[in-house]
Nanobody, 116 residues
Framework: QVQLVESGGCLAQPGGSLRLSCAASGLTFSSYAMSWARQAPGKGLGWVSGIYSDGSDTYYADSVKGRFTISRDNAKNTVYLQMNSLKLEDTAVYYC?????????WGQGTQVTVSV
């Protein structure tokens, strides 16, 4: 049974930093591309960042480029999202995604709230 468990979400101030983690189990983690997506209140799900299965390349939405960094540790079956210079508009539930061919899995999400 595949499980993706996100953690690290909490309340942060504008300009602050958070690191999200997503621990995977039940799959060959190193074979999956991983990504983060988020859903802000009243909005649809939006892609944030992605990383190749071997970590060789990363991608970012324009809204987070230069502020967020995605990374992975295949030995720990974990993907991370380092979020710096947080903005109010980063408030959302953040979801972890694992994808390989036709297989795709989602975590349950972790809440990030950026507020003064």
């Amino acid at each position: 049974q595949v499980q993706l468990v996100e953690s690290g979400g909490c309340l942060a101030q504008p300009g602050g930093s958070l690191r999200l983690s997503c621990a995977a189990s039940g799959l060959t983690f190193s074979s999956y591309a991983m990504s983060w997506a988020r859903q802000a209140p009243g909005k649809g799900l939006g892609w944030v960042s992605g990383i190749y299965s071997d970590g060789s390349d990363t991608y970012y939405a324009d809204s987070v480029k230069g502020r967020f960094t995605i990374s992975r540790d295949n030995a720990k079956n974990t993907v991370y999202l380092q979020m710096n210079s947080l903005k109010l508009e980063d408030t959302a539930v953040y979801y972890c995604n694992a994808a390989r061919g036709t297989y795709e899995y989602w975590g349950q999400g972790t809440q990030v709230t950026v507020s003064v």
